[in-house]
């Protein structure tokens, strides 16, 4: 990226437009910007990085506040950015959200954005800033610290710890997805170790609902939780209950064939005797269905005559419709006749008009001209007033003009005496910025680790609170598994008497049928109901599942405990004091920085001070300029003014006289009455035409309908004639007279009865049917077989089947709880070893992903590989580095790893070749970190263009930091600029060293005034 131009209007401390044409530079690319503090300079990077970013250079500024503060609701904030990349050329236009002119006073303006690239225009804020980050390969965070450096922020990159810098070599190397890889592996290992721990407590819960399986051998594996020969019991037991089960099973089904036997006997039986009955009812009702009968056959005779009936009447009432519509057709007819004779008439009357059409339009076309004559004389007469007043008002100016001219020459003689007066130290304000960055860089160290030690208060406080609410969880689970195993007792001992609860005598028993209950079973006293044991089986889950959770969360906590005290290189006990240290250090640190920033806003005012001044005098000089140039401009307009009455007098009175025998107001009278008459003529004529027309084509429409209709009533006539023929007939067929509706029935009735009659014809056959079959079925039972003796055979097979029920019940039970048993401890025995060798295996491979092995020297995987790209720029800014120390110093990465458990990898040390000994980069001088933090930068500048094909980085801008270097450093470190700008390169300098204004000639010169600030490029 390579600026090409910049345009900013009400931004920051610039009211009125500015224009910064890079372009002018031409082949000097390394250009200063300069200026007096707080003139305006920073703003330039800002509006840059506010064009391609949607944001500032600084962290401080707020994009919503860029409005310049001089500037009113009349002008709107704006910033056109147009830059260079790959030969193609770009142009962002940008505005924040603001107060600004509306109908009716102020109105609020959201942000806007176009962004022009390739002949398409983007005006959307989230696609404009995707498409311009995509097209710069380069995210905010990356622009930040490869092509423009804020003030203040030269160290973050260098004196940054391992976390620091990880985050910001993540953004730019795009290790997302190894981080994403490592928190994939701890979540892993987590629910494993989660998973393992529910399945020891499911286990338990297991092995207690084996309780009502009474065997010896199954007991001892219980009371040693061996899940393995617990299974192996069980599989025994199993196998025992269902040869117990099928021996049950062939004998009730034994019976409970005999007594299928018994139950189709005593149904066909039953079936006889009910169609006996129904037969004799059959034969009681014959002579009603025969009645039926001829009724039916009297109504559909009846039915045909009066269909041909209604065939000739619907004849009838067509003929009267149609002889109806001919009638009203013809009077239609007349109507129309009459109206086309007075419409010719009016037409002819029409047509007289439309032939002077020609003469009428030549004598408006004259009287057009004769009122356009008299408005241009209305308007010169109009504008020899307005220029008049003009000239009154030149003139009153002019005076003013001169009397303010010689107020700001007294006034610039004044204000050289003041500025000779006045010096101010700067040396001082630099002095005091870099000691309160330092300060800052400890206070967010002190912040930090006091934040860690409030956390792990709070987590031992959990910890606690965790392990108690635990030892209450196991208590009420094994409360709640004993509770349950007495209740489930009580309750398979209660069920005969639950099921004599409800008999009632002389109702049959729901088991054996019986009427008679002389001996009914006891329920026992206390014991639950089938609700009631299902509530305390949920309960008990609630409380194992309880129990688990509990049991997982201390082991969360302390997990966490453990980390905090790596991280913190202390043991959790001693956390309380040490929070105390903490606090107390950065209080102090705090007050130490306010003193600071006490200091700095004096030393900023008295500089404010002495800037205003040199503003004021300069503005002085610009308006004396000013001023001048308006008495020239104010004299030329008098001359012109004068010129232009003279013609103006001279043009009015030759109109005037041209005029003079017209009169305006009869001439416009005229002109309006005339196009009336040519509009209504031109309308009139073609309407009344086709009007005509179309009369006669009704009329020609509707002669052709009366022809039709007398067709049709003709038609009609006869088939009357043939309908009330065929009517007769079937009146002679049927062999009835006129009044043979009286035989007729409401067609819901007739449907009724004639249902009636085949449904009674089709019930006597099928009851005769079934006798005879039923008669077959009884041939083959024995002779001696009665009703009383199949219901005293099968009262007593009832009893039989009851019992060999209860005990088939009882074994199927105990077959359920052996097989579910033996299913949920197998499953969950499998689990838990699966989940416990997962974890193992899951838990150590996160371990050494996530840098907290010491195997691995607590470095993570993404680390690593950060590293390695870390090296590359290492390489690449020690060449800088090298050129700007005069071959002292050397970057090299950290080897010995830090104290405590915290980040490690990316820590950097400087090589002194004048001691041979290496130390940390915090140990330099304000000078030597700032050179060693514009290496640094350069170096991650080249490294990103080597890795990332698409990035191409024309530019760097530096704001401020060249105050720190003596004469020597700052040739060195100027050579390196140059060097990159030979290369192609521009780089933009913010600085107050003076040497610096006259090692680079071109210049970004900014002043400001009252008014606000103004910059201009100077080659």
Not at 218 to 230: F, R, S, T, V, W
Not at 273 to 279: D, I, S, V
Not at 577 to 590: D, G, L, M, N, T
């Amino acid at each position: 990226m390579r600026p090409l131009k910049l345009e900013i209007t009400a931004f920051g401390p610039y009211k009125d437009k500015t224009i910064l044409d890079f372009t002018l530079f031409k082949n000097q690319s390394l250009f200063l910007v300069s200026g007096p503090t707080g003139a305006g300079k920073t703003t330039i990077f800002d509006a840059i990085a506010y064009a391609l970013y949607d944001n500032a250079n600084g962290d401080s500024r707020n994009k919503d506040t860029f409005k310049s503060d001089f500037a009113s609701d009349l002008h709107l904030c704006e910033v056109v950015f147009t830059f260079e990349l790959n030969g193609k050329e770009y142009r962002i236009e940008r505005s924040p959200q603001q107060m600004g002119p509306g109908k009716r006073g102020s109105k609020k303006y959201e942000s806007r954005v176009a962004f022009y690239q390739e002949g398409k225009v983007t005006t959307k804020i989230k696609d404009a800033n995707q498409e311009i980050e995509q097209l710069l390969s380069l995210t905010y965070p990356q622009f930040k610290q490869i092509v423009m450096l804020p003030q203040g922020e030269f160290k973050k990159l260098l004196e940054s710890d391992s976390r620091d810098k990880e985050q910001i070599f993540r953004n730019i190397f795009h290790t997302e997805d190894i981080l994403a890889f490592q928190e994939n592996l701890k979540r892993q290992a987590a629910a494993l170790n989660k998973t393992a721990e529910h399945a020891r407590v499911e286990l338990a819960s297991s092995f207690s609902y084996l309780a009502d399986l009474q065997d010896e051998t199954l007991d001892k594996a219980k009371e040693q939780e061996d899940a393995e020969a617990a299974m192996a019991r069980l599989k025994n037991i199993q196998n025992e209950l269902i040869q117990k089960e099928g021996s049950l099973k062939a004998d009730f089904l034994e019976k409970q064939t005999k007594l299928k036997e018994i139950e189709n006997q005593q149904n066909e039986i039953e079936k006889y005797l009910q169609l006996k009955k129904e037969q004799e009812c059959l034969e009681a009702d014959s002579a009603h269905y025969h009645q039926l009968a001829l009724q039916v056959l009297a109504f559909e005779k009846a039915q045909i005559c009066l269909e041909a009936k209604q065939r000739f009447q619907k004849e009838k009432d067509a003929l009267t419709q149609l002889e109806e519509r001919l009638a009203m057709e013809q009077e239609q007819q007349g109507s129309l006749v009459t109206e086309l004779a007075a419409k010719n008439e009016t037409f002819e009357a029409l047509a007289a008009d439309f032939t002077l059409l020609p003469e009428w339009r030549k004598t408006e076309k004259q009287r057009f001209a004769q009122k356009e004559q008299f408005e241009k004389l209305h308007n010169q007469l109009a504008e020899r007033q307005e220029i008049e007043e003009l000239q009154k008002q030149t003139e009153s100016c002019l005076e003013l003009v001169a009397t303010q001219l010689t107020a700001q020459r007294e006034q610039q003689v004044s204000i050289q005496k003041q500025v000779e007066e006045n010096l101010h130290a700067q040396k001082e304000l630099a002095l005091q910025k870099e000691r309160y960055a330092n300060g800052q860089q400890e206070c967010q160290k002190l912040e930090r680790r006091w934040n860690d030690l409030e956390n792990l208060t709070n987590v031992l406080l959990q910890h606690q609170q965790a392990v108690e609410e635990m030892y209450q969880a196991q208590t009420q689970a094994e409360r709640n598994n004993q509770d349950l195993m007495q209740k489930r007792i009580l309750y398979y001992n209660n069920l005969a008497g639950m099921l004599a609860h409800d008999l009632v005598d002389g109702e049959p028993c729901p088991v054996c049928g019986a009427l008679e209950h002389p001996q009914v079973a006891i329920s026992i006293e206390g014991a639950p109901t089938q609700v009631e044991l299902e509530e305390l089986q949920n309960q008990n889950d609630e409380a194992q599942r309880h129990f688990a959770e509990s049991s997982s969360l201390v082991g969360s906590l302390q997990k966490q405990i453990s980390q905090l005290e790596d991280i913190l290189s202390l043991e959790a006990k001693d956390a309380a004091s040490e929070q105390e240290k903490a606090v107390a250090a950065w209080k102090e640190k705090a007050e130490s920085q306010t003193r600071i920033q006490t200091a700095i806003t004096e030393l900023e005012q008295q500089l404010e001070q002495q800037d205003a001044l040199f503003q004021t005098q300069k503005e002085v000089k610009e308006a004396e300029r000013e001023y001048e140039l308006q008495q020239r401009e104010l004299q030329t307009k008098l001359g012109t003014y004068q010129t232009t009455v003279e013609t103006l007098t001279s043009q009015i009175a030759t109109l005037e006289e041209e005029l003079a025998p017209l009169d305006f107001e009869e001439i416009q009278e005229e002109l309006l009455a005339l196009s009336n008459r040519i509009a209504e003529t031109e309308q009139a004529h073609p309407l009344a035409k086709a009007e005509i027309d179309a009369l006669e084509k009704s009329l020609a429409a509707k002669t052709s309908t009366l022809q039709s209709l007398t067709e049709q009533i003709e038609e009609t006539n006869k088939r009357i004639d043939d309908a009330l023929l065929d009517f007769k007939n079937q009146l002679k067929k049927a062999q009835l007279e006129e009044d043979f509706e009286a035989s007729l029935l409401p067609e819901e009735e007739a449907v009724k009865v004639r249902e009636e009659c085949t449904t009674y014809q089709d019930a006597v056959k099928m009851n005769q049917k079934n006798v005879e079959d039923q008669q077959d079925v009884l041939a083959h039972f024995a002779a001696d077989i009665t009703s009383e003796n199949l219901a005293e055979e099968k009262a007593l097979v009832i009893q039989q089947l009851i019992k060999l029920e209860e005990s088939l019940n009882q074994t199927r039970m105990q077959i359920q709880i052996a097989e579910r048993g033996h299913l949920s401890i197998q499953s969950i025995y499998q689990k838990l070893s699966t989940s416990l060798t997962k974890y193992q295996r899951v838990q150590k491979l996160s371990e050494i992903a996530n840098g907290t092995s010491k195997e691995t020297g607590r470095m993570s995987f993404e680390r690593y590989v950060l590293a390695i790209y870390y090296e590359e720029i290492v390489r690449a800014a020690n060449v800088r580095l090298q050129q700007m120390t005069a071959d002292r110093y050397l970057l090299i990465r950290a080897e010995e790893p830090g104290k405590g458990a915290g980040a490690k990898g990316l820590e950097l040390d400087v090589f002194d070749h004048y001691t041979g000994q290496s130390r940390s980069v915090k140990t330099l001088s304000g000078g030597e970190s700032f050179k060693a933090s514009l290496a640094l930068a350069l170096g991650l500048s080249d490294v990103m263009q080597q890795q990332s094909g698409g990035t191409q980085i024309d530019t760097l801008f530096i704001d401020e930091g060249f105050g720190t270097l003596d004469s020597e450093s700052l040739d060195h470190a100027i050579q390196t600029l140059v060097e990159l700008n030979a290369r192609g390169r521009m780089v933009g300098v913010i600085s107050h060293v003076e040497e610096l204004k006259m090692r680079i000639p071109a210049h970004i010169r900014v002043s400001h005034s009252p008014q606000g600030s103004h910059a201009e490029i100077k080659v």
